[in-house]
């Protein structure tokens, strides 16, 4: 089967910088999208950033100018770099992914998620 691990949260003050990484590890014969979500308490899960596997970006609105998603394809990894964070990125993210697979019952693509990791951006 799949599995995707984050690693790279914690606190931070606002104004400050975090990195996340995730990485992908299974019979895996293509990932198409990696990216990461996120859910404040209370609040939908949203968007943050994902990327394809030929390169293309995209953003949710929030975080457009601060944050950067980078994939590492040989690597299997996606990794968000967050600047300039505010109290409201305050949320659990998770990494997902779309990835094409071996199953029990052969190549199957399906959507993993990974366990999430808490981010705080506080005084």
């Known amino acids: 089967q799949v599995q995707l691990v984050e690693s790279g949260g914690g606190l931070v003050q606002p104004g400050g910088s975090l990195r996340l990484s995730c990485v992908a590890s299974g019979s895996i014969f293509a990932i198409n999208v990696m990216g990461w979500y996120r859910q404040a308490p209370g609040k939908e899960r949203e968007l943050v950033a994902a990327?394809?596997?030929?390169?293309?970006?995209n953003y949710g609105d929030s975080v457009k100018g601060r944050f950067t998603i980078a994939r590492d394809n040989a690597k299997n990894t996606v990794s968000l770099q967050m600047n300039s964070l505010k109290p409201e990125d305050t949320a659990v993210y998770y990494c997902?992914?779309?990835?094409?697979?071996?199953?029990?019952?052969?190549?199957?693509?399906?959507?993993?998620w990974g366990q999430g990791t808490q981010v705080t951006v506080s005084t």
């Open positions: 997902y992914a779309v990835i094409t697979y071996l199953s029990t019952t052969g190549r199957a693509t399906n959507t993993f």
């Open positions: 990327a394809t596997s030929v390169g293309t970006t």
